[in-house]
């Protein structure tokens, strides 16, 4: 059973064969292993990485069709590589984070904090209403029909607000 490619493990696993899943699991475990040494990852955050690889490899098993124009080594490749980056979007919410096939690399690029819209309100210029909406929109993330109500005004004057807010904030 060892000599079989992808396809027929694959038809194999459709008919609950667990020995085909298991050789399956062991035959991209490399794989998984590799793109985890990729990243800089602690010893525990390590052995995370490498169930959500198992999870993915499921994933990808249980999803893949073989009319794609796509082999299932690619197909799961894209799929695990989609999953780190996710994760580690979630780790660190203030990193742009991304994969690049031509340096076969994670690439960590940390936002500028002009990207946010947490600058600082005295920077702004900012009139009395503006700072209000701010509060409520971006720090308190709050939606515009809710601040509406609250500041008991017509959603479209908080919409107008949004927008004279998003200017100022790409002019600093």
């Not at 800089?40 to 098993?61: M, P, S, V, W």
Request: charge should be positive; hydrophobic fraction near 35%.
């Amino acid at each position: 059973m060892e000599n079989y490619n992808d396809n027929e493990l694959l038809y194999l696993i459709g008919e609950n064969d667990d020995e085909a899943r298991d050789l399956m699991f062991k035959k991209y475990k490399p794989l998984i292993l590799a793109n985890i040494k990729k990243l800089n990852l602690t010893k525990d955050e390590r052995a995370d990485f490498y169930q959500e690889g198992l999870i993915a490899l499921t994933k990808a098993i249980n999803t893949y069709n073989e009319h794609y124009f796509q082999s299932f080594n690619r197909y799961f490749t894209i799929i695990l590589q989609r999953r780190y980056i996710d994760l580690l979007k979630k780790r660190t919410k203030l990193q742009k984070i991304s994969y690049h096939e031509n340096l076969d690399e994670y690439v960590v690029e940390a936002k500028k904090p002009d990207d946010d819209y947490y600058l600082q309100e005295e920077k702004l210029n900012l009139s009395d209403f503006e700072l209000l909406v701010f509060q409520h929109r971006f720090i308190n993330q709050e939606k515009p029909k809710m601040i509406a109500t609250k500041l008991q005004c017509d959603v479209k004057r908080i919409y107008d607000a949004l927008d004279r807010i998003r200017k100022k904030t790409r002019k600093k």
